[in-house]
């Protein structure tokens, strides 16, 4: 009896086994990064209050280099640096306020921050002790912003970077008369359900036309079939570079055939809307082969003898794809454009490599990255981010609740 | 079916592949051009009128052959990627195809959630994540988030393959003294193998193909792999040199294509059987 528990207890505890390997990456490098996002859209973390207003001195720890004071290590080309003060000296005192150890430097240096960024002083005086030449000075500093880079920790505490409630989700969804953002966010929201509407459609329409064409099971098939899947196989951004060099407006494949013919070249990557043709055209492309290796598998599982009951029935060709084949591939077809759809909506590599980095169009994914690489407006990117998710999370869920499908993904 | 039909079909299945394959072919004939034959709006040469490998040359010998030692980084973190994840997607994916257990649900939700979360906007949470365990820079750290981009995706794959495979064969190994580890490793990975070796192939893919997470975590023009490289050499939103940048892509598509022609009886039929359920 115990032994059965026990038993039981350890097999329990061996298949938590086979999946922590798999488990512990995701959540450290997908969970984590993904809860710190949505935290990171509740606060300002961008540039501007990213703060990085420093003196150029670092507290440097386990040093026993001063009999008083507190060690610093003085940052090459800092405010410190430039007015003279030499590395490895003696923090003795910050405006004239003696901090008893070093957690109190750091929290008078903080204090002098916020003063001085609330322009309460114009200036700090610091006075250090030079164990090399046994002498003390004092200096007056100004500080100073360090440029942002992304090797800047945003958990480092010498930021007044904080939560801010729900304003970055006010800014961006509720239009307002001195702000572009919300604007800006429902026209790439309008572009990027347009983006994948078009796609997913073509990509099914075509992939299940394929489908049946290589289902007939002509000599030569496995041919096609090679040539056809040949897409799925080059690497994205050969593709995305292929279809840039083809669209290219001077040299340009379709504009030097254009210009044979006696028509005025296309600015495929310029204008707009022809530059969401061209992204659309290309991840149609891309995107066909996974529809439609996907639906022919499903339409080799369709048993033989339904077609030809269906044949006996009298059905013509047409209506056997439409009240056979279409129905019997319900359970195929709505995954894969469950999956296609959230992939085609986050589809970040095609719109920004035909573009070539461009931003003629943009959707949510890409609008959301140019947010925090242009603007260094990290809270904003994160925002956008948050509400992709909540948007493909609530459609998912519709999704699948709608068409009973719940059960069956599992 | 009538002779019209099979003509018909082969009209359009040749059609259709023609416009697959097109924009590759046309990369191909630009790689193997002459300069002045690449940057003229005069002729269409679909078969380049002086095909030579020139523009292959001063790829390879550029920079000292920085070319190659991108394409080994490539290779390197690609291989590991697609080992790695596999022996993570395939334990997996046995759990969730053979057991029921706490979390569960949960659990494979969650693998459907990273999905909707848009990579790009991960990049800084995961850039700190990585600068704090010290992989940043490294490729380790690259191998293990390339991983977790590939995992979805292959323990989804796995677990539809795995369900084909029957139960009682399983209950054969405990019979004969199997353990549940001997199980999976003996009697469940030999019978997957093409489902395990398409896996590994998207792993591979995702690694070999990856932009994003390259350009941002590697720094170094040693340590680049492929795609950046070519992207930081051969052109950027405002210049791209077409003819190196064709024969670049050529470079790096060949050994996918190669795996992929060869291995794609195997390829399909993993991908039928397990990727999709009926």
């Not at chain 1, 003696?90 to 070093?102: G, Q, S």
């Not at chain 1, 010498?158 to 239009?175: E, F, Q």
């Not at chain 1, 956008?384 to 459609?395: A, D, K, M, Q």
């Not at chain 2, 040749?14 to 002459?34: D, G, N, R």
């Amino acid at each position: 009896m115990a032994t059965g528990m026990l038993r039981k207890l350890f097999r329990g505890t061996v298949i938590y086994l086979f999946i922590l390997p798999a488990l512990v990456p995701m959540l450290a490098l997908v969970g984590l990064p993904l809860l710190q996002t949505i935290f990171f859209s509740f606060t300002n973390l961008k540039e501007k209050n990213f703060d990085l207003w420093t003196l150029g001195v670092e507290l440097v720890s386990g040093s026993t280099q001063c009999s008083e004071g507190t060690p610093v290590r003085v940052v090459p080309g800092g405010p410190a640096a430039k007015r003279g003060v030499p590395d490895g000296v003696c923090i003795l005192a910050l405006n004239n306020e003696t901090p008893r150890n070093a957690r109190a430097l750091e929290r008078f240096i903080e204090k002098a921050r916020r003063d001085f960024i609330n322009k309460k002083v114009e200036a700090v005086s610091l006075s250090y002790f030079d164990p090399r030449s046994g002498t003390t000075t004092t200096v007056n500093l100004q500080f100073e912003r360090a440029p942002f880079d992304w090797t800047i920790n945003p958990n480092r505490d010498n930021s007044t970077w904080g939560l801010v409630g729900l304003a970055n989700y006010k800014r961006v969804l509720i239009p307002s008369r001195d702000s572009e953002d919300a604007r800006t966010f429902y026209k790439v929201l309008g572009v990027t359900i347009l983006w994948t509407i078009l796609n997913v459609t073509f990509h099914y329409i075509f992939g299940f036309i394929l489908a049946l064409l290589l289902n007939r099971n002509i000599p030569g098939t496995r041919f096609y079939r090679v040539l056809l899947m040949l897409p799925w196989a080059v690497p994205v951004y050969v593709s995305a570079f292929s279809w840039r060099w083809l669209f290219n407006s001077q040299y340009g494949f379709f504009n030097v055939i254009l210009q044979k013919i006696g028509h005025s070249p296309i600015p495929w990557l310029s204008d707009s809307v022809w530059t969401f043709i061209a992204v659309t055209i290309t991840n149609v492309w891309l995107g066909i082969p996974f529809m439609m290796i996907s639906l022919l598998a499903g339409m080799q599982a369709i048993p033989k003898d339904l077609y030809e009951a269906a044949e006996i029935d009298g059905c013509s060709r047409l209506q056997k794809i439409w009240y056979v084949t279409f129905p019997m591939l319900r359970p195929v077809s709505l995954t894969i454009i469950l999956l296609g759809a959230i992939w085609t909506f986050n589809m970040f590599n095609v719109i920004w490599l035909v573009q070539g980095g461009g931003t003629t169009v943009e959707i949510l994914a890409t609008y959301a990255f140019r947010l925090f690489r242009d603007y260094h407006d990290y809270a904003g990117a994160a925002t956008y981010g948050t509400l992709i998710f909540v948007l493909l999370l609530v459609f998912s869920l519709l999704y699948l609740k709608l068409l009973h499908r719940d059960e069956e993904l599992y | 079916m009538g002779r019209l039909t099979v003509i018909s079909t082969h009209f359009w299945l040749a059609l259709a592949s023609f416009v697959a394959v097109f924009p590759i072919i046309w990369v191909l004939s630009t790689s193997l051009k002459q300069k002045e034959d690449v940057y003229q709006t005069v002729r269409i040469e679909m078969i380049p009128a002086h095909p030579n490998f020139s523009n292959y040359r001063e790829v390879l010998t550029m920079n000292n052959g920085i070319f190659l030692r991108w394409f080994r980084n490539s290779a390197v973190v690609a291989g590991a990627t697609a080992i790695l994840g596999v022996l993570l997607a395939a334990s997996a994916a046995y759990a969730f195809s053979r057991f029921s257990f706490f979390g569960k649900k949960p659990l494979i939700f969650f693998f459907l959630l990273t999905q909707m979360f848009p990579g790009v906007v991960l990049l800084v949470p995961l850039y700190f994540i990585l600068q704090r365990m010290g992989l940043l820079g490294s490729f380790p750290g690259l191998i293990v988030a390339y991983c977790t981009v590939s995992l979805p995706f292959g323990v989804w794959m796995l677990k539809g393959y795995f369900d084909t495979i029957p139960k009682s064969l399983d209950e054969a190994g405990i019979v004969d003294g199997l353990s549940i580890f001997g199980v999976f490793w003996r009697i469940v990975v030999p019978l997957s193998l093409p489902g395990i070796s398409v896996t590994a192939f998207f792993a591979f893919l995702t690694a070999w193909n990856e932009y994003m997470f390259a350009l941002a975590f590697m720094t170094g023009e040693e340590n680049y792999l492929l795609p950046v490289g070519m992207a930081a050499a051969f052109g950027d939103q405002y210049q791209t040199f077409w003819h190196l940048m064709a024969a670049g892509s050529i470079i790096t598509t060949i050994p996918v294509l190669l795996v992929f022609v060869l291995a794609q009886r195997y390829l399909i039929s993993g991908l039928t059987q397990g990727g999709v359920k009926q």
